[in-house]
């Protein structure tokens, strides 16, 4: 089915099962432990062995000598994978650096040997075993000395070019009313998901199965072919339930690799995960960057001239974090400039973290509108306000958005919060020994769609069963997908089977970006009206008369059931949809607006959030329960990365030090006791048949930066420094 038209009244528009809170389907499943995950599949191959992985002790250099003799004879050990015995192997696509060292060395904790044996016990104890001699070589490890080497990076499909001007931004900023020109750094992040990412593989003859954590799994399986140098045909990912992906399993990671290796060396199934000490310096992480941003307004707050550019660094080979990509969208602005710049650094891999790009650029962000709105005397809500606009404002007027409600989200926000109570003079509440903030930021996301497939049948019991490679990483894909089944089919949710993460399937969008709700169900949307057609054809009904519902294929008085027309065989459809070039013609994007309010201690400076709130609106919330919940975890990243998240460079030997759960803090329960989510009625019609729009990368564009800026509503501490950390605020009180 192709999309190139804005849709009109369809079948979702009932409303009877899409845009109602439902339960997850996949609920039982997973409190009751039967939901399997890639390191548990027993039932799938059993008799598996384990496999650790060996990292480089190095950040750069080569590998001198490497003795695994110990290793082989220690007790339980049936295999030991090198670059030495691994075969030729190739580098995905998606790959920055090899994903098995050796003898090149390209950054810390790359994986250089795989040690198997019968227990998980034996095998890392005898990973200890395996001695190693370096070549160091020096490499670049900070990216504050490597600034004015950086470079303008190539353009690319996601990040779309690397800089753009509109206008004489230099000139208009120069003659500007009110002027803000500020730095602002956000540090690494790290991936905290609570599966780590694991694979358990087998070999049947030259045909893989690999069972992982892969939120996108067309992709993978061309990566493992390519990696492998096997026929695509010849691999099979399955990938049902994932524990949390957040862009660290876009790709193709080492624990995939490597168990296949190993299966491969040891000739039974072999299970590897990566350890919670090495997915910071083994995986990819969000980078760090360096922002400099200019805005240029009239003493009213109306802005003429919005400068944004932005330094990060990565692996030769890598790519920048597109921190400017929001700001050539988000706010008017006759004269505009933004810009990347990419440093080699020879760091671990930075690739896609939660929202990359909008995530750490709405930090630096919506601090300076914050700035500018004090400089102006105005409100920060009015101030945004003041600053909308209905188009592209780098494009034009000729390429309006396609559906943007801003404007509603900072009032019906600013309302709910509670916002008319704030006072505007920092430093000026107490409670107690509290010194009490509020503040707000804008929320801005890309909306993203792509190509998407399923196949829908009806068996003969009149249950709908549905089959699409699409991943659930814990955000509710099973149940939006039934509930997109069940609205087409007019059955109920508990009548829908539902079938995910099998490269058997047909090929979907995949998880991630935002992009993964909105583009799978419009694929069951497409699959379903590819039923629906040879249904009333079985029956013998116009099909653009026929109705479904209550299990019932109808036409004015008549009515035949589902499993009748299915009969003993079942009777299946598949299609997909494309979309056309909407997405060119409208801006598509999804907004909201962030609250937050905070206590900071007096004496000690400690930040304590009391509550935060948001407006958003993204198209069709598919799910509301669901929606929210995403919502609300993003909310929380946003404010870990505001305050607390933060990777610790060792800049001498090119590692990031905190790599555990004991010294990378991330936020819990009790940090965020009120959280509150409020959805716009929105409808898209041209974003998908669906009318909807992502919502699950949304929800952390801007938390950190409301939190920051009401840390400075209550202390009058302007830091431009994340994480806003308790040694920050006292050096600034201090000072």
Not at 273 to 300: C, F, K, L, S, Y
Not at 493 to 509: K, W, Y
């Amino acid at each position: 089915m192709k999309f190139d038209t804005p849709a009109t009244t369809n079948p979702i528009d009932k409303g009877r099962v899409v845009g109602v809170a439902q339960d997850r389907i996949d609920g039982p499943a997973k409190v009751t432990g039967s939901a399997p995950y890639a390191y548990e599949r027993h039932d799938a191959a059993p008799n598996a062995v384990y496999g650790w992985i060996v990292g480089s002790a190095i950040a750069k250099g080569r590998i001198a000598a490497m003795d695994v003799r110990a290793a082989e004879a220690a007790p339980g050990v049936l295999g030991i994978v090198t670059h030495a015995n691994a075969g030729k192997l190739g580098k995905g696509n998606y790959n920055t650096a090899p994903l098995l060292g050796g003898p090149a060395i390209m950054h810390y904790d790359q994986a250089v040997a795989l040690v198997i044996a019968d227990t998980f016990e034996n095998a890392r104890a005898a990973a200890k075993l395996v001695r190693i001699d370096y070549a160091p070589q020096d490499g670049k490890f900070d990216l504050n000395t490597e600034l004015d080497n950086a470079v303008k990076p190539p353009d690319n499909g996601f990040g779309g070019a690397a800089d753009t001007a509109v206008g004489d931004f230099e000139g208009a900023f120069a003659k500007a009313a009110v002027r803000i020109d500020q730095r602002y750094t956000t540090p690494d992040h790290s991936h905290a998901m609570m599966e780590p990412h694991a694979t358990t593989a087998a070999w049947n003859g030259d045909k893989l199965t690999l069972w992982t954590a892969n939120q996108m799994i067309a992709w993978s399986v061309g990566e493992v072919a390519k990696t492998l140098g096997i026929p695509k045909d010849n691999v099979r990912l399955v990938s049902p339930y994932i524990g949390g992906g957040f862009g660290a399993k876009l790709f193709l990671r080492a624990d995939a690799l490597l168990a296949a290796l190993g299966a491969r060396e040891v000739g039974r199934p072999v299970k590897v995960m990566i350890a919670r000490n090495q997915i910071p310096n083994n995986t990819t992480h969000r980078p760090a960057t360096v922002q400099r941003i200019r805005i240029g307004a009239d003493r009213n707050g109306v802005i003429d001239a919005i400068g944004h550019e932005v330094w990060s660094g990565d692996l030769p080979g890598g790519g920048p974090e597109t921190a400017a990509m929001q700001t050539r969208l988000l706010y008017g602005g006759a004269n505009r400039l933004t810009a990347h710049r990419l440093a080699t650094l020879d760091l671990p891999e930075g690739n896609a973290m939660r929202a990359p790009g909008e995530a750490v650029g709405l930090l630096a962000l919506e601090i300076a509108m914050d700035e500018l709105a004090e400089a102006c005397g105005v409100d920060p809500v009015e101030l945004r306000i003041r600053n909308d606009v209905q188009y592209d404002p780098e494009a034009g007027p000729q390429r309006p958005f396609s559906s943007r409600k801003l404007v509603e989200c900072l009032r019906a926000g600013a309302d709910r919060f509670g916002w008319s109570k704030r006072n505007p003079t920092p430093g000026k509440v107490r409670d107690g020994r509290w010194l009490v903030g509020m503040g707000v930021a804008a929320a801005f996301r890309n909306n993203m769609v792509g190509k998407s497939g399923a196949r829908i049948g009806v068996d003969g019991t009149g249950k709908v069963i549905v089959e699409t490679d699409m991943t659930d990483i814990g955000t509710g894909s099973y149940t939006i997908i039934g509930q997109t089944a069940a609205e087409m089919l007019g059955v109920s949710l508990d009548d829908v089977i539902v079938r995910l993460g099998d490269s058997r399937f047909p090929a979907s969008a995949g998880s991630g970006g935002q992009w993964g709700a909105n583009s799978s169900t419009a694929g069951v949307y497409a699959a379903a009206m590819a039923l629906r057609a040879k249904l009333a054809e079985k029956a013998g009904y116009p099909v653009d008369q026929t109705q479904f519902e209550d299990g019932l294929v109808k036409l004015g008085n008549q009515s035949q059931t589902l499993a009748a027309l299915a009969g003993r065989e079942g009777l299946w459809a598949q299609d997909s949809i494309e979309f056309g070039d909407l997405d060119k013609r409208y801006a598509q994007a999804t907004f909201g607006a962030h609250f937050c309010e905070v206590g900071v201690d007096i004496d000690t400076a400690e930040v304590r959030i009391r509550r935060m709130g948001g407006a958003f609106a993204a198209g069709r919330i598919l799910n509301p329960k669901s929606a929210r919940s995403q919502v609300i975890g993003a909310m929380t990243m946003g404010a870990g990365a505001a305050l607390m998240e933060a990777l610790e460079v060792d800049t001498r030997f090119g590692l990031f030090i905190n790599h555990d759960m004991a010294e990378y803090a991330v936020p819990v329960h009790a940090d965020i006791p009120e959280q509150d989510v409020l959805f716009i009625d929105e409808l898209d019609d041209k974003s998908s048949p669906m009318k909807a729009k992502g919502v699950g990368e949304l929800g952390i564009c801007g938390a950190g930066a409301a939190v920051a800026n009401a840390v400075y509503n209550a202390t009058g501490l302007r830091l431009r420094d994340y994480p806003l950390t308790i040694d920050k605020l006292l050096k600034a009180q201090m000072t």
